[in-house]
């Protein structure tokens, strides 16, 4: 199995830009497709962004495409998620997940492993 723990999350006004990073340990990280989620105060979790195994395709939910990118480097057990023009509908908890597979995916339920989160507040 896989360890993640997201960091760099933080407070942002409007506008600005975060890059949150999500370290592996255990098994080989390049084994994982791995994705970012996000969930606000009183609603569900939700998809933010996926990236395959090897990098070479990634998805976005609608909501981030064009501010948000999604990259790995799989020498550095780590994965992140460069956010721009943050708005402050995208506070949310920030959790970084791991699925066995070469596929990204946009669906929650097919992630194994979680990290703790990371908080992002964005304020107007």
């Known amino acids: 199995q896989v360890q993640l723990v997201e960091s760099g999350g933080g407070l942002v006004q409007a506008g600005g830009s975060l890059r949150l990073s999500c370290a592996a340990s255990g098994r080989t990280f390049s084994v994982y497709a791995m994705g970012w989620f996000r969930q606000a105060p009183g609603k569900e979790r939700e998809f933010v962004a996926a990236i395959s195994r090897g990098g070479s395709d990634t998805y976005y939910a609608d909501s981030v495409k064009g501010r948000f990118t999604i990259s790995r480097d799989n020498a550095k057990n780590t994965l992140y998620l460069q956010m721009n023009s943050l708005k402050p509908e995208d506070t949310a908890v920030y959790y970084c997940?791991?699925?066995?597979?070469?596929?990204?995916?946009?669906?929650?339920?097919?992630?194994?492993?979680w990290g703790q989160g990371t908080q992002v507040t964005v304020s107007s």
């Open positions: 997940a791991a699925r066995f597979g070469t596929r990204a995916t946009i669906r929650i339920q097919e992630y194994d492993y």
